[in-house]
Structure formats: structure tokens, C-alpha cells
């Protein structure tokens, strides 16, 4: 085997220099299998890059080191720039060096020497594939059926790709199932979300393949192998003709997951009357028959036959160039904030509750009635920042929709309980979109009164939730008695972002937020070259933002596809 | 089993009914109270000024004492409780405070006492599930909300007591003695602590909120950790009522008077005629006495 | 109504003062009153304790001086264990106090010899104690 080249970039960080490349040189001199090029340019400029070309083919490499400090900037252009010179990128490998503040101690010098052997040995191990290149597999995959991920599998199969969308859920829609009118236009989320679904659905380009997981991700750009593990819906999918007859019969009744724990589901479920695709599975954590041993009503009612109690998970490979991981979020648990009773006050409920209430298709049709006792309340008080932009107890940041969303369901509410009152406190209002800040004004004109702080506690006491809030404004403590409150809890990456996120080896924050390559130059790009992030996953924001992301990543996939 | 015994002033006088009880519920219990020798005050408020390392000596000699006399260090008062547990961490967390403390104290001392509340020598030492076995008296049906106040509880951080917002150890000790413990949302606030002294009207408005709360949650009686909650929860209900005529009082139990009760010690030794609002009637009443 | 604000008033002595004795940063509030509603006592003070903290931030000694919040709070620690931003309000408020009692003048907040004699009689020495730590030199 020839030599590994062993480039060192010298380019400035944070205002810090890294290590001298003269230095690194030096103290790799031992090594025998290792030529090194010093470049006092930037190694990502265009001159930088002619270097490396000149120095790779002048000495007739095919394998070559880089370290510099920004690895996810720069690896991907690196490989697309390797394949472009007719090389092999996997025998490439771009390893990231960061300077410390005492850079020049010996021990940061050790560390980035020992980073950048362990790098050489690597890069010896690999072998090149065997035969001719492999060819470039111009299929996606699309990670989260979610509005993100709906939205970019469309324009991925309009621009002719064949797409596997993959959601864990049954059915497709993502949170946006949930929603029930949508700012800052309040029209029904269904209207608008249906028709997406549905042509997902019917796309000839994209295969759903819901209720289903990744388990592992193998290759590299061009070439992704994926296995997926389809859980079993104990529901032959194929026989069933989505009738519905099963769920109506099943004798289960339980808190859903879906209703946000104030509506009942059913062991045999779909997620919405449109779901697409609209096919049940048996939840066998709650179904009688898998619990009991007894029931089997939903095979009895069966007309297809589709039922089948001894389904097991599958598991399916595929093969494909790109993939956009859209997995969305969750919300912070209420469950989990002692302030507010841990979740155990009653009518203290989470903002996917307050839509689920408020959703034709709801627990309560659309009306809004408080989750104890059914009683219509009058007063409500309405939460903004809960959990978010709290960085000494939960999660630092703002969680950007909560100012919009809050309005939103106070302006609802006061629309279908015109004796009733809203109260909403709030830090700050956030409201940058195009028609958001009209949207809040309107709101306030309504009626809604605008409290300006935080909520220290809440409380049950004499049949009322009790509300300790301030009002900053006058500078006075609040006391409320209300009959329901809403929290806009953080949103939180979806449970499991993270492993996910090391199955496909790319970075996640320290929230578990999958991170961009760049936030401002590579805002979908994540750091490994043909995987891209959008929407939620990426961190909170709204449907309108999201789905520009969703746009911006299939568009990064078309013109990738299209170089090959 | 054996611990280290801080009573702290105010055990000495006025809240001769908490000490008494608990010195008697440890002997039937069957675990010893040492009582520390020599012991002063620990100045009864942890000092706040970064500043103030004045204030930290009285508490961290009362700690190395306790080193020289033993490992496990207890106190029945929460204010002592707070005082100490605190100083206690400071010294094992700060290195630069520590020395100067040592070297003002002119002893050496690096916070390896433990110190545990009597309520935590129940708990974990002793176990709820013995106290079970052990009781004498039926208490079944007596409905007493626990008021934990502040100085158990927090800093949270430091105190390692029991959840902030939602503790639970004091209903674990009730229902030990099958008394029917109240949850109300009172629970964990102030009983206006010192301000009985600064701005009594304050403190007496916060002691009629607490009440007003348990009583409303349906309690019979209300029990404390702390001769300060005692004060303001017992001593000024004449005060309340002359504020507001709604209130109707209730008893005001220490814990350990509670506990005596349940272990079938003699009603003497557990001193009911200290409390200011006498709860004999409400133990008579329930058939107790 | 009116404050001037200028580089030598805002963060002025006062506030520092108040920073080192806390060790709280004041730049660090938001402002956004989770420890006045929390605080078993805001319903006596004149000043919520976030006003207090902005006013101090402000270098506005004298109206912060003047207003009876720090000597009603009663270091419960409700607002410190709720901070969002982890502030020590309380440690704050005692700062504030000992700007006062730290004076020459030695101004104290309670006299001993002004409490009854049947007071005394009732009070436990844990009231006391503690009481004069906080409002006495
Ligand atoms: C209460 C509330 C009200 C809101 N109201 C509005 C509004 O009125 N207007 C507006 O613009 N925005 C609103 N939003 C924001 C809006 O909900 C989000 O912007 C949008 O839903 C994000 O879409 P997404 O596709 O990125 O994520 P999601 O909707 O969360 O979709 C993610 C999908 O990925 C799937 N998934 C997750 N993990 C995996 C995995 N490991 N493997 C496979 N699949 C996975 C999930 O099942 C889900 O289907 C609101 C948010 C909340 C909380
Ligand atoms: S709770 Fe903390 S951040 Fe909020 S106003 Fe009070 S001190 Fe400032
Ligand atoms: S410590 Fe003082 S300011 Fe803070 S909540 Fe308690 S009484 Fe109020």
C-alpha cells in the first residue's frame, strides 16, 4: 500500500489559530507511511483545494488525512471534490482538530496527534469496493411522515425520485393530525393537511412504509443501506379495506396517546377517520385478548379476515443515495414540572390537549369542556414559555410557536365561550412571522388579557386550579382562580432523536436537536454528505418554517441526485 | 443505632413538647439519642452574604464537635436542621471558606458529618415499616395535614431532603402511624418565619393562609417539624381570629408528639399542655386519651 | 415618572455593592416576576422583589433603600428555588439589608427595646435570634 497523505489546515478559530501545521509535521515524523502537506492557505479555498489536488496526484495518492477544525463544513465539499477527481472519498477521511485556549500546551498537542494517527490507521484499514464503483442509487428515503417530511416527499417524487417514507405511527400527518385550526390564518389543519396526505398516499413515486423503525444505516452518499423493522400491527394490511368495523366493536376503552390522555382510544385503532393510510394496528399493551386472553371481538367482526394475533415485527433492507431525517418533536412533560403539581391538577392541560379539545374530531367534538367534570369553563388561564426559556430548570431556549399557538387558542376559545375569559402570561411576544404580530393585536382587541410574567406555582385548592402569577406591568403578584389552564410546554426533540441520530452518525445537540452542518450557510445539510435535516427535528419552529425546510432538503437531495 | 443529639435553643424552652417527645420516642424506638456536649446556638438563619463567614463559625463548631463525638449528627428543629446541613456543605464544597473557617474556629473540620433530620433517622434509619410494628395507640381516622415550611426543603440542592414542589416523606410518617394524612397545597409555604418578630401582622396573614388551606382540605389538626412554624401556627391564632372572624382554630401537633401518642407513651411525657391551642379536646374526641 | 439613565447611574456603586455582597448577577434578570408571584410575602411589600432587582440593576439606591420589600422578606427561598434564570433573590434581599445595617449610622430595623414585655414572655428565642440576624447590626 502507497503512503497516506496527511494534509493539516492552519485556519483560524473562534479567533484561535490551530496548531502549527510545521509542529504537527514534526511530530509525525517517526512515521514512515505518511507524506504531509503543509498549506499555509486555508485548505477549503479554492487554492487550498488545487493544493490538495496537485499534492494527491504528484505523488500518487489515493488516500488522504485531513484535519481541520470545522469537519462537517468542510468533509462534505472535501468528498464531493474527491469523487469530481475520479478518487474513492471512502479512503478519504476528514477528522476534526479543535484548538484549546492553551493550544500550544503539549498535552493539546498530544491529543491532536493522537486524533490524527488514529485517523492514518483507520484510513489504512479500509479497503476499496470491490469491482467497478458502485453505482449511485437516485432514490430517497424520508425519515418522519410529519409535514416535513410529507412535504419533501412530494417534491422529491414530483421531481420524479422514488421515495420510501418511513414514520414510526401508523399513519402519516405527523403533530399536525393533532392541530385543530391553524395560525395565523385559523383554518382547519384537516383542510388543510388532508389533501397533502392524500397525495402523498397516491404519489406513484412514494412508498409508505409506516409503523415502522430504523434499526440500522450502513454505506455512505450514493449508496445508504438502510434496514427498517416493520412492528406488527397484528392487522393483515394487505386483506384489510380500512372499514373501521373493527374499531367500533373493540370493547377497549383507554386514555389515547394520540388525544393527549383526555379522550379515549381504543386497543385496535387508526389515528384520524382520513388516516393515511387509513389501516389499524392493536396497541398490545392495552388489547384485551393480548392482556387477558380473552376477547378476540375485532377478528369476529373481521369481514376480510385481516386480524391475525400472531404477526410479527418484519424486517426490510433497502437501498438508497439520500436521506432527510424529519422525526419532529415532542412536548416537554407535564408530568415533569413540580411547580405547576406534576401533572396531577386536574384541568391543568398541555397546548396538543387544548387542540385535541378544540378538534371537530376531539374527545368533545369541538366543544370546549373542561377534562374533570365536563363543565364549560369560564376562565381560563393560558401559559407561555413553560419549560422553555428556562435555562436553570428545563430547556434554555424559546420554542417559537408557543406565542402564536397561545393566541391562537385563546382567540378560539373566546370564540366558542363568548361569556368566558382568557388570560394569557407571557415573557415576551414573539411574533415575527408575515401576519403574526397582526395576528396577536387582533387577539388582544378581542379581549384576551395579556399578563407580562411567569406562573410560579399552580395549585388545586377549593375545586379551581389556583394560579400564582405576576404582572410585571404593575409590578403585582396575580392570583386566579381558574377553571382550566393550558401550558405551552417546550418542544423537545421526538423521543429517540438521539439514537437515531448515531445510527445515521450525525451530530445532535445537547438537547438531542439534530445539528446542521452550519446554521447559516448549511441550514439542512447535516455533517455527513447525502443526509439532510428539516423541520422540528432540527429544532422548534412553525409549519410555515418547516415547511420551507422541507422544500430547502429536497431540493438539496434533487440537485444531488441530478450531478449523478 | 446511635446518633448525635443537637436540640438547639429554642428545644430547651419553649418547644420542651418536641424535644421531650422525641427524646422518649427514640428510647421506644430503640435507637439513642446523644446529646452533643457543650452545645451553643447555631445563630438560627444561615447567613446569605457571600461575605459573612462570621455567621458560618457557631454552626461549623457545633459540626466539628460532632466529628469528635460521633459520625451522624440529628436535630428535631428545622431551622437548625437548615443552619447546619448547609454550613455542612459549604465546608465540604468550599475549599478557600472552609480554611478560613477552620482557621477562625481554631479546629479542623472537612464537612464529614452526616446530618440528618429526626424525620430522616425515622425514615431511613429506623424505617417507616418497624414504626408500623411498633405502634401502641390507634390513631386510625385522625385526619392531621403535614406542614413541611421551608427550611426542610430548601435549597433543595443542598438540603436533599424531598421533592420541592411535592414532598412526601411527612405523609409516609403519618400514615406510619395511621394517622390520615391531608394533603393541601399549603404545604410547602412560609409560616412567615422570622417577621413574627419584624412585621407580626405579616407573619399572622401567612399563618391564617396555611390554615384556612388545611382546614379547608379537611384537616383536624396540623402537625410541624419546627418551633418556629409552631409559633406562628399555634401561638397567634388569637391574633388570626382578631383578623379574621371566619377562622374557627385548630391544633397544632409536633411530630414527635404524634408519634409518642402512636407508640402508647404515657400522654404526660408528650407535654400537650405546652401547645397553645390544647389539642386534648380533638384527642379526647377521637378517643385517644 | 422621570429617570435619568446615563453610563455613571445605571450598575452604579449601590448596584455593585449589592452584586458582590449577593454574589448575584443583576444583569442576568429577566425580569419576568416568577419570584414576586411566588413569594409568600409580595402581598405586604411595596416593591415585588423583581422590582426590587430592576431598580437596584437601575442604580436607584435611594428608592430601593426607602421601600420595606427586604425587610418583609422572610428568606423562604420560594423565588430563589424557582428562578428560571437561577438568581439567589433572597441572598439579594439580604444584601440589600446589609447596605442599611452595614451603614455607619448603624440603622437598625427593630428595636429590642420597643418589643413588649409580654411579647418577649411568648416569642420563642428562634423567632428572636433569627429576627435579629436579619434586622439588626
Ligand atoms: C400545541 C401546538 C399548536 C401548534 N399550532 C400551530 C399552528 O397553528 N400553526 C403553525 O404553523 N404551527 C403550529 N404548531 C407547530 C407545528 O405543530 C409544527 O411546526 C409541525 O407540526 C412540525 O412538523 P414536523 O413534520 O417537523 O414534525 P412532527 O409533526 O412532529 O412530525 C414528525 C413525524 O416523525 C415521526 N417520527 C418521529 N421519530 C421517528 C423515528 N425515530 N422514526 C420514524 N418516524 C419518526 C413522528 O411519528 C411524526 O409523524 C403547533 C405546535 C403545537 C405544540
Ligand atoms: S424570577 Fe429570577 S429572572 Fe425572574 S424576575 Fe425574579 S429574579 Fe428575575
Ligand atoms: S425569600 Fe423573601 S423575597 Fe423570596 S419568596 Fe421568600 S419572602 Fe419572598
Known amino acids: 500500500m502507497g503512503k497516506v497523505g496527511v494534509v493539516m489546515c492552519p485556519c483560524e478559530l473562534e479567533g484561535m489559530t490551530l496548531f502549527d501545521p510545521e509542529v504537527l509535521v514534526e511530530g509525525l515524523k517517526g512515521r514512515k507511511d505518511v507524506l504531509p502537506l503543509i498549506h499555509h492557505q486555508p485548505v477549503c479555498s479554492e487554492s487550498g483545494v488545487e493544493a490538495i489536488r496537485a499534492f494527491m496526484e504528484g505523488n500518487g495518492l489515493d488516500r488522504v488525512v485531513m484535519a481541520c477544525s470545522k469537519p462537517e463544513l468542510f468533509g462534505p465539499t472535501f468528498k464531493k471534490a474527491l469523487r469530481q477527481w475520479g478518487l474513492n472519498p471512502s479512503l478519504s477521511g476528514v477528522l476534526g482538530i479543535r484548538p484549546t485556549a492553551e493550544r500550544k500546551g503539549s498535552d493539546d498537542l498530544q491529543e491532536a496527534l493522537h486524533v490524527i494517527e488514529e485517523g492514518i490507521d483507520e484510513i489504512k484499514r479500509r479497503k476499496p469496493a470491490k469491482g467497478e464503483k458502485t453505482p449511485f442509487v437516485k432514490r430517497a428515503m424520508v425519515i418522519g411522515g410529519g409535514i416535513t417530511g410529507i412535504t419533501a416527499s412530494i417534491d422529491l417524487g414530483n421531481g420524479g425520485y422514488e421515495v420510501l417514507l418511513v414514520d414510526r405511527l401508523p399513519s402519516i400527518g405527523g403533530r399536525m393530525l393533532q392541530l385543530s385550526e391553524t395560525f395565523p390564518t385559523l383554518d382547519c389543519a384537516q383542510c388543510t393537511l388532508t389533501p397533502k396526505t392524500v397525495e402523498t398516499g397516491q404519489h406513484p413515486h412514494i412508498r409508505l412504509i409506516t409503523y415502522a423503525e430504523i434499526e440500522s444505516v450502513s454505506g455512505e452518499v450514493g449508496n445508504f443501506l438502510v434496514k427498517i423493522r416493520r412492528k406488527a400491527a397484528y392487522v393483515d394490511w394487505e386483506k384489510c379495506t380500512g372499514c373501521g368495523l373493527c374499531q367500533e366493536k373493540c370493547p377497549s376503552k383507554v386514555p389515547s396517546e394520540f388525544e393527549r390522555g383526555i379522550g379515549p382510544g381504543k386497543a385496535i385503532y387508526t389515528l384520524s377517520p382520513q388516516a393515511v393510510p387509513n389501516k389499524p394496528v392493536i396497541n398490545p399493551e392495552v388489547c384485551r385478548y393480548f392482556t387477558e386472553g380473552k376477547c378476540r371481538v375485532c377478528e369476529k367482526v373481521c369481514l376480510t379476515d385481516a386480524i391475525d394475533y400472531a404477526q410479527e415485527d418484519t424486517f426490510i433492507e433497502e437501498r438508497v443515495g439520500a436521506i432527510i431525517v424529519a422525526t419532529g418533536f415532542d412536548l416537554y412533560r407535564k408530568e415533569d414540572i413540580g411547580e405547576y403539581g406534576y401533572g396531577d391538577v386536574p384541568d391543568v392541560i398541555d397546548g396538543l390537549a387544548f387542540e385535541r379539545l378544540n378538534s371537530a374530531s376531539g374527545p368533545t367534538a369541538g366543544e370546549i369542556r373542561r377534562p374533570s367534570d365536563g363543565h364549560i369553563p369560564k376562565e381560563v388561564v393560558f401559559i407561555q414559555c413553560v419549560a422553555s426559556r428556562d435555562p436553570e430548570r428545563y430547556m434554555p431556549y424559546c420554542s417559537r410557536a408557543c406565542c402564536m399557538y397561545t393566541a391562537k387558542h385563546a382567540r378560539l376559545y373566546k370564540h366558542k365561550v363568548h361569556d368566558g375569559h382568557a388570560y394569557i402570561f407571557y415573557m415576551d411576544i414573539r411574533s415575527m412571522g408575515k401576519g403574526y404580530e397582526e395576528f396577536i393585536q387582533q387577539g388582544m382587541e378581542e379581549g384576551i388579557l395579556y399578563l407580562r410574567g411567569r406562573v410560579s406555582r399552580l395549585f388545586r385548592d377549593n375545586g379551581h386550579v389556583v394560579v400564582w402569577g405576576a404582572d410585571t406591568l404593575t409590578g403585582k403578584k396575580v392570583e386566579i382562580a381558574a377553571d382550566m389552564v393550558v401550558l405551552a410546554t417546550a418542544m423537545i426533540p421526538s423521543r429517540g432523536a438521539k439514537e437515531l441520530a448515531e445510527k445515521l452518525h450525525i451530530g445532535t445537540d445537547e438537547y438531542g436537536f439534530l445539528t446542521e452542518a452550519q446554521c447559516k450557510l448549511y441550514p439542512v445539510e447535516s455533517g455527513v454528505e447525502g443526509i439532510y435535516l428539516a423541520g422540528c427535528a432540527q429544532g422548534p419552529k412553525d409549519i410555515a418554517d418547516t415547511v420551507a425546510q422541507g422544500n430547502a432538503a429536497a431540493s438539496k437531495v434533487q440537485a444531488l441526485f441530478a450531478q449523478h | 443505632m446511635e446518633f448525635l443529639y443537637f436540640p438547639g435553643c429554642t428545644l430547651y424552652t419553649k418547644a420542651k413538647n418536641l424535644d421531650e417527645a422525641g427524646r422518649e420516642c427514640a428510647k421506644a424506638l430503640g435507637f439513642e439519642l446523644k446529646e452533643l456536649s457543650n452545645w451553643t446556638c447555631c445563630g438560627a438563619a444561615f447567613p446569605l452574604a457571600k461575605d459573612n463567614i462570621m455567621a458560618l463559625a457557631p454552626p461549623a463548631r457545633i459540626l466539628a464537635k460532632a466529628k469528635e463525638e460521633g459520625s451522624t449528627l440529628t436535630t428535631l428543629c428545622s431551622v437548625c436542621f437548615n443552619v447546619i446541613k448547609r454550613t455542612n456543605r459549604l465546608i465540604q464544597e468550599d475549599e478557600e471558606k472552609r480554611e478560613k473557617i477552620n482557621t477562625f474556629i481554631e479546629m479542623d473540620y472537612q464537612g464529614d458529618v452526616r446530618v440528618l433530620h429526626y424525620l430522616e433517622i425515622l425514615k431511613r434509619e429506623v424505617g417507616f415499616e418497624s414504626i408500623r410494628g411498633a405502634v401502641k395507640r390507634d390513631l386510625q381516622g385522625l385526619k392531621v395535614a403535614p406542614f413541611y415550611g421551608c427550611m426542610l426543603l430548601r435549597p433543595a440542592e443542598e438540603m436533599e431532603f424531598d421533592d420541592k414542589e411535592a414532598p412526601t416523606i411527612f405523609e409516609e410518617f403519618l400514615e406510619s402511624i395511621a394517622c390520615e394524612p391531608v394533603d393541601f397545597p399549603y404545604k410547602i409555604e412560609c409560616c412567615g418565619a422570622f417577621q413574627s418578630v419584624g412585621a407580626p401582622e405579616v407573619a399572622t396573614e401567612c399563618a391564617y393562609a396555611i390554615l384556612i388551606s388545611a382546614l379547608r382540605n379537611g384537616a383536624e389538626a396540623v402537625t410541624t417539624t419546627c418551633p418556629l412554624c409552631q409559633f406562628n401556627l399555634d401561638s397567634k391564632q388569637k391574633e388570626i381570629r382578631e383578623r379574621h372572624n371566619d377562622f374557627p382554630g385548630i391544633p397544632i401537633i409536633y411530630f414527635t408528639q404524634l408519634l409518642g401518642l402512636a407508640l402508647g407513651l404515657p400522654v404526660e411525657k408528650l407535654e400537650f399542655h405546652r401547645n397553645d391551642v390544647d389539642p386534648r379536646p380533638l384527642l379526647e374526641k377521637k378517643g385517644l386519651l | ?137
Open chain 3, 1 to 137: 415618572m422621570k429617570i435619568e439613565i446615563s453610563r455613571g447611574k445605571v450598575h452604579n456603586e449601590f448596584s455593585q455593592k449589592v452584586e458582590e455582597i449577593s454574589g448575584q448577577n443583576l444583569f442576568a434578570c429577566y425580569q419576568c416576576g416568577n419570584c414576586t408571584a411566588g413569594c409568600p410575602v409580595s402581598f405586604a411589600m411595596d416593591l415585588g422583589p423583581h422590582q426590587v432587582i430592576r431598580y437596584s440593576l437601575l442604580g436607584l439606591e435611594k428608592e430601593v433603600l426607602e421601600c420595606n420589600t427586604f425587610w418583609m422578606c422572610a428568606s423562604c427561598l420560594q423565588c430563589t428555588s424557582r428562578c428560571p434564570k437561577g438568581l439567589d433573590i433572597a441572598r439579594i434581599m439580604e444584601a440589600i439589608r446589609l447596605v442599611i445595617l452595614r451603614k455607619k449610622e448603624r440603622l437598625d430595623h427593630l428595636e429590642v427595646a420597643e418589643l413588649s414585655e409580654e411579647f418577649l414572655e411568648r416569642v420563642p428565642q428562634i423567632a428572636l435570634i433569627s429576627g435579629f440576624r436579619k434586622f439588626t447590626s
